[in-house]
């Protein structure tokens, strides 16, 4: 574990000087982070970097002799050791995972890197746009936060959590002015990631796009939310709007008033939705009964769950 996270946050520290320090990461990569807007003090912030096209970590890595074991990643066999930041070709020569993407590292809660998450820059149909870290002994994408390292104290502070979807959802929003947010790397919502968040807070906010998309990635996971005790609130952004495009528009000032206007509680969010859906077919409205009874039957707290009984039945 230890030599896995010192190859990290050697990958890292590399990451961020072709990033500041050489003519392809300043023209490819930094012109690409401030056309998106920005700031300096937020790409140090997030640690942001740059594996390129032409240099090769791999090669920096064997001359400073690090292991090749732990730069390449068993994914065969469990307790899959090495961090995959480099890849072997048949031939068994060495390449870089992530060459030609921006690279956002994902930070333990106590600031160590645990992988990765590169973005390409020049479009490729052959592969995809983000790639991640392995599977591993310190990674594992389904049970880490982007950005909770950095929110942690402003979760405490403010008593509360936005939990989005993407790590550009995240900065732009820190950027704007609101600290307490975290993503959960597009991925549905897994029960290590809630109780990771419930140790710092117990009000979530889920804020999503308002397509279908952002609707259903909103009902994912609500369910295991209200069997820990969390509560959950909803905030659909306007159509075509999404956190990162809505906090580069609007100061941190307009967006919480946003959020204060059109949040819901999240068992009025699933009724109001599947009342919707079901319209008048009795059937339709039996099943969206049952579905909404099964969510409030988890809640722990038995008055939560006799006020929401009442609210709901008042609703329908």
């Not at 320090?21 to 790409?43: F, H, K, W």
């Not at 790397?185 to 807070?201: E, K, N, P, S, Y």
């Not at 941190?252 to 319209?279: C, M, N, P, W």
Request: charged share 25%; net charge positive.
């Amino acid at each position: 574990r230890e030599s896995m996270f010192i190859v990290n946050d050697f990958a890292n520290k590399w990451f961020h000087d072709q990033l500041w320090n050489t003519p392809e990461g300043t023209a490819v990569a930094m012109s690409y982070l401030r056309q998106r807007g920005l700031r300096e003090d937020i790409i140090r912030k997030f640690q942001i970097g740059y594996s390129p096209e032409k240099a090769a970590l791999w090669e920096v890595a064997k001359k400073k002799g690090f292991q090749e074991k732990y730069l390449l990643n068993d994914s065969q066999n469990p307790p899959y050791i090495g961090t995959g930041v480099c890849g072997k070709s048949e031939n068994g020569k060495l390449y870089d995972r992530f060459r030609g993407r921006v690279m956002f590292p994902f930070l333990s809660v106590s600031g160590k890197v645990v992988g990765f998450s590169g973005r390409l820059m020049v479009k490729n149909d052959k592969v995809g746009k983000y790639v991640n870290s392995p599977t591993s002994l310190i990674y594992e994408k389904h049970n880490e936060l982007f950005g909770l390292c950095q929110a942690k104290q402003a979760i405490s502070k403010n008593g509360s959590c936005y939990l989005v979807e993407g790590q550009m959802d995240v900065i732009q929003l820190v950027q704007s002015g609101i600290e307490n947010v975290v993503a959960s790397g597009g991925t549905a919502l897994t029960i290590h990631q809630i109780r990771l968040l419930h140790r710092f807070t117990e009000n979530i906010t889920l804020l999503y796009d308002g397509d279908k998309a952002g609707i259903k990635a909103a009902l994912r996971g609500i369910d295991m939310m209200l069997e820990e005790g969390v509560n959950v609130k909803v905030v659909l952004l306007p159509e075509g709007e999404d956190p990162d495009s809505f906090a580069r528009k609007h100061d941190a000032t307009e967006v919480l008033a946003y959020i204060q206007q059109h949040q819901t509680d999240v068992i009025r969010f699933k009724t109001q939705r599947l009342s919707a859906e079901a319209g008048n077919d009795p059937m339709k409205r039996a099943d969206m009964i049952n579905q909404i009874v099964q969510s409030i039957a988890i809640i722990p707290d038995i008055i939560k769950r006799q006020e929401y009984i009442k609210d709901c039945a008042t609703f329908l």
